[in-house]
């Protein structure tokens, strides 16, 4: 079975497998033109049941992969397919292990200098079969972005890894899709971060129980407020199952 797609609130859901991603990532790299992976949080749902550029990027990504719980709570309870969840780390070495062994190629872009070159010194010690073909801080003032593009043109990348420093974060890709080849783009804010030891993933068992929110709000207890929009994920949810026709 391949990658099903569902709609859930009117927003684009993928179905797809931890065993069935290699399948789904050498189907893209095949696919001409730009291609993009998302990974979808509540939050990231709430906001693409709007009309804005970011709900556009979502309806017209390539593969849409589920990060939040709620999600599937969201599904289950439309009586819907249910997704399977990824974590954004776990999954990004997934990708680049695909990549690895089929000896594609990688670009990165994002965080600081320090950051990335220890990022990129990591990945070269792990995924010996991939090549990077390139890498660009974030943060980068506008007159350079032409720059960026074009080395990404050039570089045709398999896949272009994008990380914090990168102010428009899934949309910027998007928004110069008609400007690349070939390559599938990807943002996580903690790639990089992760990758160099800057910042600490979430512990597993955290997040396979979906508290990961709570680790969230302790660092930055503002994110309390999160707890509106999700009684009003909650609100629409029971107001489609059971009143909208």
């Known amino acids: ?5 569902i709609s859930l609130l009117g927003v684009p859901v993928d179905v797809c497998t931890p ?16 291609k993009q992976i998302i ?3 509540i939050w990231d749902l709430l906001k693409a049941r709007h009309k804005n550029y ?3 990027c979502v309806k017209n990504a390539d593969l849409i992969l589920p990060v939040s719980k709620s999600i599937l709570r969201g599904a289950a309870f ?18 680049l292990s695909i990549l690895d062994k089929h000896y594609k190629s990688l670009y990165l872009l994002g965080s600081s200098k320090k950051t990335l070159t220890k990022t990129e010194h990591n990945i070269h010690d792990t995924f010996r079969g991939l090549k990077i073909v390139g890498r660009y801080v974030g943060y980068y003032p506008k ?7 074009s080395a990404i043109f050039k570089a045709q990348p398999s896949l272009v890894l994008v990380s914090d420093g990168i102010k428009e974060k899934n949309c910027w890709s998007y928004k110069r899709r008609n400007r690349f080849s070939s390559s599938i783009f990807l943002y996580y804010k903690d790639a990089f971060g992760i990758f ?8 597993e068992k955290i997040f396979n129980k979906g508290h990961e929110v709570f680790v969230e709000v302790l660092h930055n207890p503002f994110k309390i407020f999160l707890l509106l929009p999700y009684i009003w994920y909650l609100i629409v949810l029971f107001w489609t199952r059971f009143f909208k026709k």
């Open 143 to 149: 007159n350079i972005e032409d720059d960026i593009v």
């Open 54 to 56: 970011f709900s556009e």
């Open 39 to 41: 990974f979808l949080s």
């Open 196 to 203: 160099s030891e800057r910042v600490k993933r979430v512990d």
């Open 19 to 34: 065993e069935n991603l290699e399948n789904a990532i050498l189907e893209l790299l095949a696919k001409p033109g730009t």
């Open 78 to 95: 439309l009586k819907l397919p249910i997704p399977e969840r990824f974590n954004p780390f776990t999954a990004v070495i997934q990708i």
């Open 1 to 5: 079975m391949g990658v099903q797609r």
